[in-house]
């Protein structure tokens, strides 16, 4: 089990460029989340998919799209990259009932000059 | 959305000290949730609590539900060097036995430990 997987780990953009942020989990989840964390901001949910073919905004979702085609895959895109989305991306998963735990993944660092 | 209130910020302690930190909130939360994040890794969970005034340990961390549902503390007694992080305390809603699965976070305490 490789629980929540992020990929790229680190990636620079100039300000304009796109880009695709990629989630897996493989514990068979049904609800994926986007976060951006930010210095002395703790964790702001931007997405959130509560299964496969839906998605839903969080608190911060202005400037990023989000997609869930496939149960194990959640994608958040950013159609132009500006300087104020210079931050750590992490995705979490959980499943549906019982604790509720949310299994986060190991973050993308992105840095847009 | 919702506000929560994480102190102290940073803290810098000797090994074997005791540490306490909280998390307010100006709304009601059915679940309080504690987490720590190494440097570079993602946040992983260290305590869940589901029930007002609930107090649950695991090892030499405890973590209690505020009777009011508005709040929540961490104590981490006889500290060690790996008890270096971020700690995050989450709070989350249940509807209807479900929970959205819908974390608000804290703004995180940094802790210190020195040998």
Redesign the interface.
Known sequence: NAGVTQTPKFRVLKTGQSMTLLCAQDMNHEYMYWYRQDPGMGLRLIHYSVGEGTTAKGEVPDGYNVSRLKKQNFLLGLESAAPSQTSVYFCASTEVGGTDTQYFGPGTRLTVL | ?QQ?N?SP?SMFIQEGEDVSMNCTSSSIFN?WLWYKQDP??????LI?LYKAGELTSNGRLTAQFGITRKDSFLNISASIPSDVGIY?CAG?LRWR????????????TQLTVWP
């Open positions: 959305g929560l994480q910020q679940t570079g890794e993602g946040p992983v969970l869940a995050f989350q036995g479900s929970t959205l699965g819908r974390l608000y976070f804290g703004r995180g």
